[in-house]
């Protein structure tokens, strides 16, 4: 069974750059999340899908930061323009319920110069 | 506010016990987590506790005491490849807050 897989890897962009990050789920689960860690700083949580509803979106930092599911499969993470402050590795993670174990990705690696 | 409390490093040796702990105070509780992370990977799953008490699983076992915000994780028989980064997590509401996780060395 494929694990939760996120695209790309790395990105290095310049700063005021658009990214778009992608992550495929496990498939069948209906909860998605994706995280983000900032250098020296803990993972820290963005937001939440279920199927293709965002459930909470209280960790996104602001509004350069929009996520979609559509069709409740893969999601998206675009940051439009990115900032230096930006840079970090974001996780996506899948679930088959709320309470129960979330299944990570690799992460992507973002650096903004 | 929310705030998870761990230790930066640890280290130990081969086929030893070692003890991570992890203090926490939230806002919701839904249950706590552990997981270990290797440098450039993933984070995996190690366990789940919701009541208080001690959940054992092979060479890991985890204990919860909700009274006192209180974990740990406990490693037996360790190994090389146990070298990692170990996260504590608490979940509120249907989000991880993490912990800035527990760096551990194993050495021969």
């Known amino acids: 069974e494929a694990g939760v897989t996120q695209f790309p890897s790395h990105s290095v962009i310049e700063k005021g750059q658009t990214v778009t990050l992608r992550c495929d789920p496990i498939s069948g689960h209906d909860n998605l999340y994706w995280y983000r860690r900032v250098m020296g700083k803990e993972i820290k949580f963005l937001l939440h899908f279920v199927k293709e509803s965002k459930q909470d979106e209280s960790g996104m930092p602001n509004n350069r930061f929009l996520a979609e599911r559509t069709g409740g499969t893969y999601s998206t993470l675009k940051v439009q323009p990115a900032e230096l402050e930006d840079s970090g590795v974001y996780f996506c993670?899948?679930?088959?319920?709320?309470?129960?174990?979330?299944?990570f990705g690799q992460g992507t690696r973002l650096t903004v110069v | 506010g929310q705030n998870i409390d761990q230790p930066t490093e640890m280290t130990a040796t081969e086929g030893a016990i070692v003890q991570i702990n992890c203090t926490y105070q939230t806002s919701g509780f839904n249950g706590l987590f552990w997981y270990q992370q290797h440098a450039g990977e993933a984070p995996t799953f190690l366990s789940y506790n919701v009541l208080d008490g001690l959940e054992e699983k092979g060479r890991f076992s985890s204990f919860l005491s909700r009274s006192k915000g209180y974990s740990y994780l406990l490693l037996k028989e360790l190994q090389m490849k146990d070298s990692a980064s170990y996260l504590c997590?608490?979940?509120?509401?249907?989000?991880?807050?993490f912990g800035k996780g527990t760096t551990l060395s194993v050495s021969s």
């Open positions: 997590a608490c979940l509120d509401g249907t989000a991880l807050i």
């Open positions: 993670a899948s679930s088959p319920g709320t309470n129960t174990e979330a299944f």
